[in-house]
């Protein structure tokens, strides 16, 4: 046994005590009033506050009671009224030889018309429950809409809040108007701040790309490798040398401790001698194995879901190690100089669901000879390759200019604009399979050559993770309790060596029963 395996085992040991519990979710006020009769509640609101009321009563918008009120760790006496559209998360108690909580996206109770968002014929997307986060954006041209990104997917908390950036290709004004689509697809709470739409016109540029920045770069003619090869040797060229969709997938040969747990893929491209600068764009995917990761803290976490959000908006050090998770699952770049391999940037993931692309800027080595050599590397299988390309025609970014945002709706009519036109404390909530409308002034335009749109989203999620009585997780945190078991995941993911080789376990079998599918 490892020597950092047998260091575990006494931890393990004093966090051991307590009872056990299962989850299940709660979607509508009607079984909040059937929980009245079973006993106390407890309720996380916007601002990382805990609740537990042992007597309640609601109506369509407040939940009134008494109880404790717990933030930062400092307990006190409750009294009063919550809003419920300041209310994130409910769970119930309910007395028996074990204790069984569920977990309540609560904004579904906030309103007549949202308890029945989930057999509203208005809706007709279903959540995707094998995939990970993120809101699906959508644009409008003229005739359907097509999926085109994916907004915000790693800031799962208030904390980790941020905007996100995307190249809306498809959209077109129809109407007078420009029609952009936010969706909740995924069994998550989406907290959505504010949106922007830009305009920047392209002029002759051959395509347009986004870098890590968020500068809109014109392309001219971008190179393909001239030589591409992965950790294990495999020749890539043939594979990333254009965006066509032949992916490059790792062969997960790095999934066991002491392997590193990273896919890497160094590339060449010839480039002109005299060449100062140069954007390095990558076309890709990420793939789905997030949702083992979820699969895996869902089963560590039970029913302390509450708990870990609320860690995560208090807790420095769980925070920095989920920061350094999120950094580990990034592309890293990577060029040669005279100093060896330098990073350059890096780019986080955006999409299991749709290719995007992103750029880095690139400042050629003083007295480069010889190709480019680039390498890419990040937690294994994390990202699928679709192509790598350099320009180094010289280039300035693009001014963008932003539209007037004319209205939001969701639900056929609500206006929502209030929520999502600037950033602020309002928040326009998302539950699956609940969608808005935003409709832009497309007047600003109408003298652009080539138009093309950049849509931002800013905001954060909150993930329902699943619950798996099977999972090994599930059985290593079987005799803990809620806050011992966030103390428990906190250990876990600082320790690669012990956290990851049974989630690519799990995501081999998932593969395998894929391919076997098809």
Not at 141 to 162: N, R, Y
Not at 418 to 432: F, K, M, Q
């Amino acid at each position: 046994m490892k020597l950092r395996s047998i260091l575990f085992l006494p931890l393990l040991g004093i966090l051991i005590s307590g009872g056990c519990g299962s989850s299940a979710p709660v979607q509508t006020k009607y079984e909040l009033a059937e929980q009245m009769g079973r006993g106390p509640i407890r309720v996380l609101t916007t601002d990382s506050t805990v609740y537990t009321l042992t007597t309640y009563v609601f109506d369509d918008s407040l939940l009134t009671g008494s109880g404790t009120r717990e933030r930062r760790g400092a307990m006190s006496d409750f009294e009063g009224a919550l809003p419920f559209n300041r209310i994130l998360f409910i769970e119930g108690y309910h007395f028996s030889t074990a204790k069984t909580l569920w977990v309540v996206p609560m904004v579904a109770l906030a309103s007549v018309a949202a308890v029945t968002m989930f057999t509203d014929t208005y809706f007709t997307i279903e959540p995707k429950e094998s995939q990970g986060s993120c809101p699906t954006v959508y644009s409008f041209d003229g005739t359907s809409f097509h999926l085109e990104a994916e907004a915000f997917g790693t800031s799962i908390s208030k904390v980790l809040e941020a905007k996100s950036f995307s190249v809306l290709s498809s959209l077109a004004e129809a109407d007078g108007r420009l029609t952009v689509r936010i969706a909740n697809e995924r069994p998550e709470t989406h907290m959505i701040n504010a949106v922007q739409l830009f305009a920047a016109d392209a002029g002759n540029a051959a395509g347009v790309v986004l870098d890590v920045d968020n500068r809109l770069w014109p392309l001219s003619q971008p190179i393909a490798p001239s030589a591409a090869r992965d950790a294990s040797g495999r020749n890539t060229r043939a594979l990333v040398e254009k965006a066509d969709g032949q992916l490059w997938k790792s062969d997960l040969t790095n999934t066991t401790p002491g392997s590193g747990f990273r896919d890497a893929m160094e590339l060449e491209f010839d480039i002109p001698q005299d060449a100062h600068e140069a954007t390095l764009v990558v076309h890709a995917i990420n793939t789905d194995l997030i949702a083992e990761v979820y699969r895996s803290v869902g089963g560590l976490l039970g029913d302390a879901t509450m708990q870990f959000y609320q860690a995560l908006e208090n807790d420095p050090v769980l925070l920095e190690r989920i920061r350094h998770w999120l950094g580990d699952c990034s592309l890293s770049v990577e060029i040669l100089d005279g100093d060896g391999w330098t990073v350059v940037g890096s780019m986080i993931p955006e999409a299991n669901m749709v290719l995007f692309s992103r750029a880095i800027r690139l400042r050629i080595p003083d007295g480069h000879r010889g190709p480019l050599r680039v390498r890419l590397s990040t937690l294994t299988d994390v990202w699928r390759i679709d192509a790598v390309t350099i320009d180094p025609a010289p280039a300035s970014p693009l001014a963008m200019r932003e539209l007037p945002l004319i209205s939001v709706q969701s639900s056929g009519t609500a206006d929502r604009s209030s929520e999502i036109s600037r950033t602020d404390d309002s928040y326009a909530v998302l539950l699956p399979p609940e969608q808005i409308t935003c409709a832009f002034d497309p007047q600003p335009v109408a003298n652009m050559k080539h138009p093309v749109y950049v849509f931002a989203a800013q905001g954060y999620l909150y993930e329902w993770f699943p619950t798996d009585g099977d999972s090994p997780a599930s059985a290593l945190a079987a005799d803990l309790e809620g806050s011992q078991r966030v103390e428990m995941l906190k250990l876990l993911i600082a320790q690669k060596d012990l956290f990851l080789p049974p989630i690519y376990a799990q995501w081999r079998k998932s593969l395998d029963d894929l391919a076997g599918k098809n």
